[in-house]
């Protein structure tokens, strides 16, 4: 594969006769003068690869920016350009895309794990913006994988794994079928050379008679059409040898026929005739039961239309068609690059609007891979690629998270211990804060220190919901070894005036007796019930010591002034309440108040306070004199679970819709499930979490305008 300057130039006048032809003759220049001197393990001049890449993207018609692109792929890594200087002689779209493609090269895959490998797609996609970088890529990997025969064995199974884990899945996803094929032929090939040597030898040892064979079907075909008066071009043509080779493994045959090795295909102008060439074809040759498929009306996720059939042709042998438009033709084989208008040989779009274009895709994506509620669920929180990041665990291991998690969050995701000593990371080298926001491709090793222990601070830092919940647990067990310290003070100080101890006491048996009295498991419930006011200390100094006439050292609080005076703080009446990160509140289930909304307190027995909506039908239920006035400390930043019943049609796409709503108002589900009902509709449950009533009541607003959305109420028992 020689290609030249001329080639080039040539071809992209071809089909961009305006193309700023310039850009890509300088681009040419600077890499030649940068790659002078440097060679390829081949001993060739380095300067053939990216002119080779360059070549390739020609021939899918790319733009003249990603051309130039191509030209100058390797300078930042292998010459010491900077972007900076890439800048200032070809403009800020080349420089944005060759730092793209170099950022995207510093990416090694390991681990075949499936799971590794989506996620990996997913990071290779999310750190280039512009979706141009990643056909660099590609390209670049075709050439690559096309000299890897001066590697050694060992790259080269490394590589070829790589290009069939990741970037091969990610040509599909794009729809660049050439370029797909092209790389899986190249990974059969180091891959399974044996098989790749077989299928070879077959497919040339019966060229003559497959061409022949060939030429006759076509002609019958386009005769029949025709006479028909169905305006076509017909060819055919031998099936690429992945594809081969992918048929042979799924239905388990054998290479035998050299017709298994065949397609054709049939070009028509309009969507009307590519149905009336069908419908002719199969009038004429009968078609294969259910090997009909209608691409055109359920086009594939990445856009690919036409018609499949497989019918009964020459000499009584299975030959498989495909009829497509040209247009679907260049969608086929070109993928979203078909979609593009150029103006000038550029792309007429603006940056923004290809990240669009993107996430339309990604969307439409969604809705259509989306099958049950859990599923629902995951792509709702992990939004579409764009707004999450990938990072890589020490182990190479790549995690996503939500746009805008944080090294805590990280942490926690790791392990409960690495979360709760976290005191920061190391990314790529550098020291970086417990608050730093993760950015795709980064590599996070974290920092501990043993007398760490989460503060409430912290919940202002993690932004997962598992990072949170851990925080809050933490930070619950440290409340409980706090009260459980106090209780056991109390008591040792009460003992300690009658010449006792715990210790003295736990000889006797007595101890042991009152626990099982009180149907506590060990010391440190019954100290918890002392220090909450749950258990009386003078009825347990009573039990312990029943010979002393007992009196108070001090005044002893009850449970719930000594509460009260905690949550009150200084002097503020009524209560104020934080919000969820306050330990000593909770919300009441069967209203599930929010911020903004008239609320009332519930002193509980040792559970704190329970706050209700003022008019809730339970909280009248309850005993008057516990109630206490409360209200919504305004200057709190917390977020509330508000709970909603959707009744909504049975329509594609509603579920992505009903995400998409939540994510754009930038509102996480929390929660949610899917029931069917009657007629054609379904009953979504989500828990979603806002900051107020206002937020909430906005969001259903939005829900409600969408199609299909038949109602959408509070849940309130
Ligand atoms: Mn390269």
Redesign the pocket.
């Known amino acids: 594969m020689v290609v030249r300057l001329n080639d080039i130039l040539d071809t992209v006048s071809k089909y961009a006769p305006d193309a700023d032809l310039d850009l890509i003759m300088r681009a040419y220049m600077y890499a030649a003068k940068m790659h002078a001197g440097q060679t390829r393990k081949s001993g060739e001049p380095y300067l053939i690869?990216?002119i080779a890449?360059a070549g390739i993207l020609a021939e899918v018609q790319m733009d003249v920016d990603t051309i130039a692109t191509a030209l100058l792929?390797?300078t930042i890594e292998d010459c010491l350009t900077t972007r900076e200087e890439i800048e200032a002689m070809f403009g800020p779209t080349v420089a944005e895309l060759v730092s793209g493609v170099t950022k995207i090269?510093k990416l090694q895959f390991r681990s075949k794990a499936e799971a590794q490998a989506e996620n990996f797609r997913k990071m290779v996609l999310a750190m280039a913006k512009d979706v141009r970088v990643v056909i660099v890529k590609l390209a670049?990997r075709v050439h690559?994988m096309s000299t890897l025969e001066h590697m050694k064995p060992e790259a080269q199974r490394r590589i070829a794994e790589e290009t069939e884990e990741i970037y091969a899945p990610i040509a599909n996803r794009l729809g660049l079928h050439r370029i797909k094929e092209q790389l899986l032929d190249l990974c059969l090939k180091y891959l399974h050379p044996e098989v790749y040597e077989e299928l070879t030898e077959a497919v040339a040892a019966t060229a003559d008679e497959r061409d022949d064979y060939i030429r006759r079907t076509t002609d019958l075909l386009a005769d029949r059409l025709h006479n028909r008066s169905v305006p076509c071009e017909v060819n055919g043509r031998a099936k690429s040898l992945p594809s081969i080779h992918r048929k042979m493994v799924e239905q388990r045959l054998e290479f035998e026929q050299i017709y298994d090795l065949l397609a054709f295909r049939v070009l028509v102008e309009d969507i009307q005739t590519c149905y009336a060439a069908l419908g002719t074809i199969h009038g004429q040759f009968k078609p294969v039961p259910d090997k009909i498929k209608d691409y055109i009306a359920m086009p594939k996720v990445n856009g690919y239309q036409s018609l499949h059939t497989t019918v009964i042709g020459p000499e009584r042998q299975r030959i498989e068609l495909q009829i497509r438009t040209h247009h679907m033709h260049r969608v086929a084989e070109n993928g979203i690059a078909a979609h593009w208008r150029y103006k000038e040989g550029h792309l007429d779009l603006d940056p923004k609007s290809i990240e669009t274009l993107e996430k339309l895709r990604e969307l439409f994506e969604a809705a259509h891979e989306v099958q049950d509620s859990n599923e629902f669920l995951a792509t709702a929180k992990s939004g579409l690629f764009a707004d999450s990041v990938y990072v890589f665990t020490p182990a190479m291991e790549v995690r996503s998270f939500p746009a805008g998690a944080t090294v805590l969050d990280f942490a926690y995701a790791i392990h409960t211990d690495l979360g709760n000593t976290c005191t920061g990371a190391k990314v790529d080298g550098r020291m970086v804060a417990m608050r730093h926001a993760l950015q795709s491709g980064e590599r996070l090793e974290i920092v501990t220190k043993k007398d760490q222990t989460p503060s409430r601070d912290w919940l202002d830092i993690a932004t997962t919901g598992r990072a949170l919940s851990k925080i809050r647990k933490a930070l619950r067990d440290a409340e409980r070894d706090q009260g459980i310290e106090m209780g056991r003070n109390m008591l040792t100080s009460e003992l300690k005036r009658h010449g006792q101890t715990i210790a003295k006491l736990t000889k006797t048996g007595i101890i042991k007796a009152l626990l099982r009295s009180h149907g506590f498991k060990d010391t440190d419930q019954l100290f918890l019930a002392l220090a909450r006011g749950q258990t009386p200390l003078a009825k347990v100094v009573k039990e312990l010591l029943p010979e002393v006439e007992w009196t108070p050292a001090t005044q002893e609080k009850n449970g719930i002034s000594a509460l009260l005076e905690r949550i009150r703080g200084r002097s503020a009446s009524p209560v104020r309440i934080a919000g969820e990160g306050d330990m000593l509140v909770t919300y009441a289930h069967c209203c599930t108040p929010l911020p903004g909304e008239q609320v009332t307190g519930y002193i509980t027995r040792g559970r704190g306070i329970t706050v209700h909506l003022s008019g809730c039908r339970q909280l009248l239920a309850l005993e008057e004199e516990r109630r206490i006035p409360v209200e919504w400390d305004r200057g709190a930043k917390s977020q509330h679970n508000g709970e909603l019943t959707i009744v909504c049609a049975n329509r594609a796409g509603l579920l992505a819709n009903i995400s998409g709503t939540c994510e754009k108002s930038g509102i996480n589900i929390t929660r949610a499930s899917a029931n069917p009902l009657e007629d054609e509709q379904s009953e979504i449950q989500m828990e979603v979490s806002v900051r107020d009533v206002s937020e909430l009541n906005k969001l259903i607003s939005k829900l409600e305008k969408i199609k299909g959305v038949l109602s959408v109420d509070r849940v309130r028992k």
């Open positions: 690869h990216p890449v792929h390797d090269g670049d690559n």
